[in-house]
């Protein structure tokens, strides 16, 4: 009495058990359960299988109130890195600082964009203490710092290890001077693109949504796709390049979605 039933990846339920095509799965069984309060419930799924497979039974969506649990904030994810912090150092045989921790935290929400916080940070910090179990014993860090951190994120990132130890500020104020650096007689078009990206860096813009979508337009020869290669470099993010002239003919698509079925 008093216990609360927990149910990862609640969405399996539905389906699960039935036999011969029967409508009575694990989710029926539960939906009398639910409604008349016999048992307490917390259910978990991501919004895709929510959205996929949880919210088609209307039965069993009434029974339970949907609470949405949104991204921490960087200060809220150094706080739980903080709790976590003795299990991996056990685990690990090494000690981490508060400012890896610290970094883990910042680094990975700046340059790994397909993971979410605090698991990215985790798995920053995991990684980072195994890393130590593949060298030499004789060689093995017993104390992880910033260092070893940055070096997890530029491998995972697949970015120049001197890129993540770069001040962001410092980069971002001397963008223009780096690209103008390095491309020649572009100046006006390197100015508006670096205004602009350093307007959305600002804070002038929704977090989720991309940084800016830019058009270079001009004739063959004078740049266009060295400033995107400079640009890249310099604010330390992969470039995916796409040439579509070698998808003109309409059999080369394949090369992009893969080759249709038979």
Do not use: W
Request: charged content about 30%.
């Amino acid at each position: 009495p008093g216990a609360v039933l927990f149910i990862d990846e609640i969405h399996t339920v539905i389906g699960a058990g039935a036999t011969s095509g029967g409508a009575m799965d694990a989710s029926n069984l539960l939906k009398p359960a639910l409604s008349s309060g016999a048992i307490r419930c917390i259910g978990s799924t991501t919004y895709k299988e929510f959205r996929q497979f949880f919210e088609k039974d209307r039965a069993l969506v009434r029974r339970f109130q949907k609470i949405d649990v949104n991204e921490p904030t960087i200060e809220d994810a150094i706080e739980i890195m903080k709790g976590l912090k003795p299990y991996f150092e056990e685990f690990h045989k090494v000690r981490y600082t508060s400012e890896a921790i610290k970094a883990s935290v910042e680094l990975s929400a700046r340059y790994i964009n397909d993971r979410k916080l605090p698991d990215k940070a985790i798995d920053v910090i995991d990684e980072t203490g195994a890393s130590q179990m593949l060298v030499p014993e004789a060689k093995r860090k017993k104390t992880i710092g910033i260092k070893e951190i940055e070096a997890t994120i530029a491998t995972m990132a697949r970015i120049p290890p001197k890129t993540v130890s770069a001040d962001d500020e410092k980069v971002l104020q001397g963008l223009d001077v780096e690209l103008k650096r390095v491309v020649y007689g572009q100046d006006t078009a390197i100015t508006a693109l670096t205004s602009a990206i350093k307007l959305a860096r600002a804070g002038l813009r929704e977090p989720e949504k991309p940084i800016g979508s830019y058009l270079f337009s001009g004739p063959t020869g004078v740049g266009k796709t060295e400033v995107a290669k400079q640009l890249a470099a310099s604010l330390g993010v992969e470039l995916i390049r796409f040439d579509m002239s070698e998808y003109m003919e309409r059999h080369t698509v394949s090369r992009l979605i893969g080759a249709p079925p038979g």
